[in-house]
């Protein structure tokens, strides 16, 4: 499926479940919209704001160029309105939370307005699976778990929780080999 424009759809969505609140009052978006640039395969889309590395602030959605592209419009639909409740959460009711109460709440509401697609906390879309690289294993209790790639300073939870109080000890930190090809 060819990729669609997203501020259109941006701007439709904004008017139709947010009353218009993701734009300032001349209808500039208060958040970017924008494809991936191909790299992004582990998530459909994301929300992030900050700093850029030129002190600037961030504010943008970003959708997943290959996961989206093969899937039916509704995926992007879906996808876009997740990352809009998200910077909505952010922006104008200024709360900290992921998956919490207002995000929960504009997702029932969206949800029952419409049936065109149906926005998710997590969506079912395929996504390519990675072969592991490292198998990290615990030398306390012997316990082995793939990983794609190495994380240093993980430790075994269940160890760290049995044998220390459930704080991080080195004891329990895992070691990484290479997987077997």
């Known amino acids: 499926m ?17 009353a218009g609140e993701l734009a300032d009052g001349e209808g500039t978006a208060l958040v970017a919209v924008r494809w991936s640039d191909g790299r992004m395969r582990r998530s459909a889309g994301l929300y992030r704001y900050g700093r850029g590395r030129d002190g600037r602030s961030i504010s943008e959605i970003v959708l997943s160029r290959p996961l989206l592209e093969p899937l039916p419009q509704e995926a992007t639909t879906s996808t876009l309105c997740h990352e809009m409740i998200h910077a909505w959460v952010h922006r104008v009711v ?25 926005v998710s906390v997590r969506h079912r879309f395929p996504v390519p699976t990675e072969p592991a690289r490292w198998l990290a294993r615990c030398p306390s209790c012997g316990l082995q778990s793939p990983y794609r790639r190495r994380r240093p300073g993980v430790a075994c939870r269940s160890c760290c929780e049995r044998l220390h109080g459930g704080h991080w000890h080195a004891s329990c930190q895992l070691v990484f080999e290479r997987a077997a090809a």
């Open 94 to 118: 200024r709360a900290d939370e992921v998956h919490g109460p207002h995000f929960r709440a504009r997702m029932e509401a969206i949800n029952g307005a419409q049936q065109q697609f149906v």
């Open 2 to 18: 060819p990729l669609v424009p997203l501020l259109p759809l941006f701007h439709r969505l904004n008017r139709e479940h947010f």
